[in-house]
């Protein structure tokens, strides 16, 4: 992973008309990524493909965009829908902490009925804890977490 502190990051705002991607992925439902890019900027990262849809020249890891979107008028609409949040962009990078756009996104949907799934590699999630019990009440909540190694599977 890339340190931050190694290099400059250029942090970007994007408007966006909706955070919520229908998704044509296996796990069907709609796709939320409060980010464009991702500034972990792993070697294995197989959303770096998307750096060819930002118009950004810099490498992938090295920007980030943060999205601004109108607020979810009807949240109940997603009512029994898988949504995914970080399925190109980790949803709890380190600017997560400044920007707070998953929260704000968590916040829209947290009545919604949605089945959420959070997939992330940072232990910030915690700091959405209160929130997220809130959420699941109301709506099916998973959090999904990558361990990586240095070595092969599991350090071996």
């Given at each position: 992973m890339i340190k931050e502190a190694d290099f400059t990051i250029k942090?970007?705002?994007?408007?966006?008309?909706?955070v919520m991607t229908k998704s044509n992925g296996p796990l069907g439902g709609y796709a939320v990524n409060p980010y464009v890019g991702c500034t972990h900027g792993c070697?294995?990262?197989?959303?770096?493909?998307?750096?060819?849809?930002?118009g950004h020249q810099e490498e992938w890891g090295t920007f980030?965009?943060?999205k601004e979107w109108p607020e979810i008028k009807k949240?109940?609409?997603y009512a029994g829908q898988k949504v995914i949040i970080g399925t190109v962009t980790d949803?709890?990078?380190p600017q997560e902490?400044?920007?707070?756009?998953?929260?704000?996104?968590?916040?829209?949907l947290k009545d919604s009925?949605?089945?959420?799934?959070?997939?992330t590699k940072s232990d910030l999630v915690l700091r959405d804890l209160d929130l997220l019990k809130e959420i699941n009440?109301?709506?099916?909540?998973?959090?999904?977490w990558s361990i990586n190694t240095l070595g092969g599977a599991f350090g071996l």
């Open positions: 942090i970007g705002r994007v408007e966006t008309k909706s070697k294995y990262c197989y959303a770096s493909f998307m750096k060819r849809f930002t980030l965009d943060v949240p109940e609409k949803g709890y990078l902490e400044t920007y707070g756009r998953t929260r704000k996104i968590l916040g829209e009925g949605a089945d959420i799934l959070i997939c009440e109301k709506n099916r909540l998973s959090v999904s």
